[in-house]
């Protein structure tokens, strides 16, 4: 079984930071490309950013400039560094993951979600 943990969000002023992670854990035997989207009230599930196993990040345009994805691969760890926040951020946060475990099955996983609020 594999589980996709996120923390790190919470509620941040405008032009203020926040570092999301999400951590990867159970029987795992390889990642590959995990991913950050987020979900406003009211919106449809938004692709942010992705990372593939040897580190090749790729953006969204609302978000490319602003955040920054990264990844500790002996951690099992991906992280969203996010800067320049605007109140339009505000959403839940998920990460995505296609994850091969040790009996052989790759599929994609989602992690429960973090809240982001931006706001003064």
């Known amino acids: 079984q594999v589980q996709l943990v996120e923390s790190g969000g919470g509620l941040v002023q405008p032009g203020g930071s926040l570092r999301l992670s999400c951590a990867a854990s159970?029987?795992?035997?390889?990642?590959?490309?995990m991913d950050w989207y987020r979900q406003a009230p009211g919106g449809q599930r938004e692709f942010l950013a992705s990372?593939?196993?040897?580190?090749?990040?790729n953006y969204s345009d609302p978000v490319r400039g602003r955040f920054t994805i990264s990844r500790d691969n002996a951690k099992n760890t991906v992280f969203l560094q996010m800067s320049s926040l605007k109140p339009e951020d505000t959403a839940v946060y998920y990460c995505?993951?296609?994850?091969?475990?040790?009996?052989?099955?790759?599929?994609?996983?989602w992690g429960q979600g973090t809240q982001v609020t931006v706001s003064s």
């Open positions: 995505h993951a296609y994850i091969t475990v040790v009996a052989g099955t790759r599929r994609a996983y």
């Open positions: 159970g029987t795992i035997f390889r990642i590959n490309v």
């Open positions: 990372i593939t196993s040897d580190g090749m990040p």
